[in-house]
């Protein structure tokens, strides 16, 4: 059995690290951390487990494997390092961390000390990507010219422990806003469905709509528009947003030399993939559901495999590239260049 520390119990712990964990055969939930001490009490009363007066505490407890960090963005890198450090594997929710020298930091001290690092892009996990993945293997729609990628909701106030009240929009704490919660699964995905990586954006990073309980505006970005060249040769764009007001949209349109293929495009949970040949004909693909994120149970396999999970922190390294790039361009007003090279950690 894997001995799962959790450090941070508010809403994605809440809803999907603590439920995947404990539905996993391979799992016991043993430690939890909160700045909110009654929080993780709640948990530990619901799945088991010891509540630590801090991470420190519950880090340097040996009978902890591995954690799930699930903390305000600027916390990542901190709490991550020390983790792998004090030889625990780690699951980071995304976005990994505020600049890249902390991210290439942590793929450095997983690989000091063995441990394995994975970062919570859960996208490219979902059963309908996999099959459109498969599908973009096989050449159904030859070699991938442009696409379009949209993902927008009404934002994370909705989704917060205190309705209205969220750590997101203080730049502060998150220090990056809807391109960085929304987007990055967007440029994980894309790298992920093409086979390719992000090398030029040319993006607009701003803040249109949003405001605090209080009124005032928020501090990070609401709205992101990116144009994205790969390394394949594909151009296309992405779109992230918390200004989507009264439904979500996650569409990814994809246009090749042999046809379309159009996910989460239609609103028809029945047909999630679409595929229009060039002859005039189409295909719709059934998938069902996703029962869970994917996630913990990759993860978990890779802890029981000893092997590199599929989103491990140097993979990650290559989405965050891009991100760090889009909000450079948006300061600069021009294009910027990233994933020329990958920095050699020895």
């Not at 929009?169 to 992000?198: E, N, P, R």
């Amino acid at each position: 059995m894997i001995r799962i520390g959790i450090i941070g119990c508010g809403k994605i712990a809440q809803v999907r690290h603590l439920p995947e964990y404990a539905a996993n055969p391979h799992v016991e939930l043993a430690g939890y951390y909160d700045l909110n001490t009654q929080r993780a009490q709640e948990m530990a009363a619901q799945y088991g487990g010891k509540v630590y007066d801090s991470y420190f505490d519950l880090l340097n407890d040996p009978s902890i494997d591995a954690v799930s960090i699930c903390v305000e963005n600027r916390s990542h890198a901190e709490i991550t390092t020390y983790a792998l450090y004090a030889g625990k594997h780690v699951l980071c929710e995304k976005p990994m961390a505020v600049t890249l020298a902390e991210c290439e930091s942590m793929v450095a001290a997983a690989e000091r000390n063995g441990k394995h690092l994975m970062i919570g892009h859960n996208m490219r996990f979902d059963p309908v990507h996999r099959k459109a993945k498969e599908l973009l293997d096989a050449g159904i729609i030859g070699d991938i010219i442009t696409f379009r990628a949209t993902m927008g909701n009404a934002g994370p106030e909705n989704w917060s422990m205190e309705a209205g009240s969220t750590w997101f929009f203080d730049k502060k704490k998150a220090a990056m806003g809807a391109l960085s919660d929304l987007g990055i699964h967007k440029v994980d995905l894309l790298q992920y469905l093409t086979g390719q990586k992000v090398i030029e954006t040319t993006a607009k990073v701003m803040t249109l709509n949003k405001h605090t309980a209080t009124g005032a505006p928020i501090t990070v970005d609401d709205n992101a528009l990116c144009i994205l060249r790969m390394s394949g040769g594909a151009v296309g764009t992405l779109a992230a947003s918390w200004t989507v007001y009264g439904h979500e949209c996650q569409s990814t349109c994809l246009y090749g030399t042999k046809g379309i293929m159009l996910i989460y495009n239609n609103n028809n949970p029945a047909a999630p993939i679409e595929v229009r040949n060039l002859d005039g004909t189409s295909t719709t693909y059934n998938i069902p559901p996703e029962t869970n994120s994917g996630v913990i149970d990759e993860f978990v396999d890779a802890l029981e495999h000893d092997r590199e999970p599929e989103v491990s922190g140097k993979e990650a390294l290559s989405t965050m590239r891009a991100i760090f790039g889009s909000i450079k361009s948006s300061e600069i007003g021009r294009t910027v260049s990233v994933n020329s090279s990958f920095v050699n950690h020895l």
